[in-house]
């Protein structure tokens, strides 16, 4: 199955590191314009020395100002990819108001900053167009140590599917994707390598293992291509099966 991108603008959140980043250089790859957004300039650098194409802005999302004065000279977005997120791992009862708020604003708040900007111009522009929210299988299974962040992705799904609602009628798809554990420094930090504690999860896992990284890129691509035209408001489990118990 072929999927081009030639002339699409694509606009990619959390691009610097990780499945944003390797989206961000598939889109390049499918022909795609591509603006990569994050926060950490020496990353941006290293992705624009990789693919020259991409334009880089640099900013930290969680700044709803900032983030809209970063967007504002960023022209036409066909493709929207809200794919930052912060994982602070905190035991139910340590979970703090400021952790709360950074998870909220970066996970959840930020998300609907930069596709409310993205959605006007498309609406303006009428030619509609497709948005991937990147969520997580712990926004519908609950992860320990993690209860912010399960509850931010649980937000970011019911947030997907009330904006495919009203963005529908402009043609404007939104969807997300709910992955497993992935290996970036995200699946790293939160402790996965451990192969005691990864074997909690890829046990309940019917295909025994972690999602790879193209793994999930491949499906944002498929969401993101005319070959999902009918596709509106889903979240999609990336996750060899583990809902399936
Ligand atoms: P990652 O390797 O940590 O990369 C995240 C990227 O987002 C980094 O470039 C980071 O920049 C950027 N970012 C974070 N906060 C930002 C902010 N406030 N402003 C701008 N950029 C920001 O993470 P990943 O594993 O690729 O995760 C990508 C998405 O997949 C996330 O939505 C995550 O929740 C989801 N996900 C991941 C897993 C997993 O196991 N890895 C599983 C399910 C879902 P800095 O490094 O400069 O902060």
Redesign the pocket.
């Known amino acids: 199955m072929e999927i081009s991108f030639k002339g699409k603008e694509a606009l990619v ?10 989206t961000a250089l598939a889109l390049a790859l499918c022909g795609a314009n591509v603006t990569a ?4 300039q020496a ?1 941006l650098d290293s992705l624009v020395k990789e693919c020259p194409s991409i334009v880089p802005v ?6 709803w100002k900032a ?1 809209e004065a970063a967007l504002k000279n960023v022209g036409p977005i066909d493709l929207l990819i ?6 602070i791992r905190q035991p139910f009862l340590e979970a703090t108001p400021d952790q709360f708020d ?1 998870s909220f ?3 959840v708040k ?1 998300v609907l900053n930069v596709s409310q900007i993205v959605a006007r111009g498309m609406i303006a522009r009428g030619y509609g167009g497709s948005i991937v ?6 926004s519908q299974r609950a992860l320990k140590n993690h209860a912010v ?1 399960c509850a ?2 649980a937000a ?1 799904d019911m947030l997907t599917k009330a904006m495919a609602l009203e963005l529908g009628p402009h043609q404007i798809r939104v969807n997300s ?14 402790g ?1 390598s451990d192969p005691e504690k990864a074997k909690t999860m890829t046990s309940r896992i019917p295909l025994g293992r ?2 790879e ?1 193209d793994e ?1 890129v491949n499906s944002i691509l498929f969401l993101l291509s005319d070959k999902s035209t009918m596709t509106n408001g889903v979240s999609l489990p ?1 996750d060899g099966g583990f809902l399936a118990w």
């Open positions: 959140t959390g691009a610097g590191k990780g499945i944003g980043r390797a957004l994050s926060r950490t990353d640099c900013v930290d999302l969680a700044d983030t809200n794919n930052a997120a912060c994982a950074q604003n970066v996970n930020a929210n990147v969520s997580s299988k712990a962040y931010t992705k970011l994707v709910n992955p497993t554990v992935v290996m970036t420094e995200m699946g790293r930090q939160g996965w972690f999602a990284v999930v990336l």
